[in-house]
């Protein structure tokens, strides 16, 4: 069951990682696709920042520029930054991202804040305080890893995020909301759990990035084996909320037999550009985590 490599002809690039290296950890990634241009926002561990590099073909990517760093506050909310979504939407780049204090940590906290921006790569604070704070049993301490959408006929922004323990999450929630700001959660949270009898994910489910295509929202999740084995699949549902099936074809990708994602591979990132299917995802060796580059042509998912 715990297999190496891909599945549902879901291809790793032969030359992964693709961000990493010197800059050390790169992990739990965004990407805008604004056409002639890819936009990659990371979590940059070295820094506690969230960063911005730039491709035409998601493989070759410029320099870091650090979009947002952290914040000193007697709340200690924004020691650290990381697990961004961008949305874009007429001028202006919106970015959800999560603040966390003593990040890793079973007694620390995390909270989701805003930001904006004009270049898609200097972003100002809308507020000092959090958009989102874990409020509700099942969330414990910790809310993470939005995933946000805005929805044209509804005039709402979308949000899918992660919440439970501070080191890894545990489930997946929704909330909608007309500015951004102001978030009401889904009454029937969480959305999306892990399936304790499917021995992949049978841990937890979180990290999601989730997408509309024609009458269905796809979610690429990272399930959990245990807390330090994860692999990634996908899901669909037509109303983003309930009745989510699963491929049959999960997980999707799983670690290495060796390399730069031999013990996990976490927080997947999808985008259909030019005919194909480019998914990218933090992998992890022993601690250190990189980017790594998926393909996958059409549509055939298996649902």
């Known amino acids: 069951m715990l297999q190496h490599g891909t599945k549902g002809n879901w291809k790793k690039y032969i030359n992964n990682p693709v961000l ?11 990407v805008l696709d604004e056409g002639t241009e890819i936009a990659m926002y990371f979590s940059w561990r070295p820094r506690k920042s969230v960063a911005v590099v730039k491709s035409t073909d998601g493989i070759h990517w410029s320099e870091p520029e650090i979009c947002i760093g952290p914040k000193t506050s007697a709340e200690g909310w924004e020691d650290e930054l990381n697990r961004p979504s961008v949305v874009k939407k007429g001028n202006t780049y919106y970015m959800w991202y999560t603040g966390q204090y003593k990040a890793g940590e079973a007694d620390g906290t995390s909270h989701i804040f805003c930001a904006v921006s004009t270049d898609g790569i200097h972003f100002e604070r809308v507020d000092d305080k959090p958009v989102l704070y874990p409020q509700e ?5 910790a809310v993470m890893c939005p995933s946000v959408l805005w929805d044209e006929e509804t005039s709402q922004y979308k949000m899918w995020y992660s919440a439970g323990e501070q080191y890894e999450p545990n489930a997946i929630g929704y909330a909608e909301s007309p500015d951004g700001l102001v978030w009401k959660k889904f009454t029937g949270n969480p959305v999306f759990c892990a399936e304790p009898d499917t021995e992949w994910e049978q841990h937890k489910a979180a ?10 929202y796809y979610m690429f999740y990272i399930g959990y ?4 084995y994860a692999q990634i699949g996908i899901a669909r549902s037509r109303s983003g909320m309930t009745g989510w099936e699963r491929s049959s074809y999960n997980p999707i990708i799983a670690p290495g037999e060796d390399g730069f994602d031999s013990c996990a591979c976490y927080k997947p990132f999808a985008v259909f550009k030019d005919g194909k299917w480019l998914l990218w995802y933090n992998g992890r060796n022993g601690t250190l985590e990189q ?12 649902f």
């Open 20 to 30: 990493g290296g010197k800059y050390g950890t790169c992990f739990d990634i965004a």
């Open 225 to 228: 084996h245990n807390e330090d």
């Open 137 to 141: 049993p099942w969330e414990k301490a």
């Open 207 to 216: 990290g999601c990035q989730v997408l509309k295509k024609d009458e269905y």
């Open 291 to 302: 980017i790594g580059l998926v393909t996958h042509d059409g549509y055939d998912f298996a």
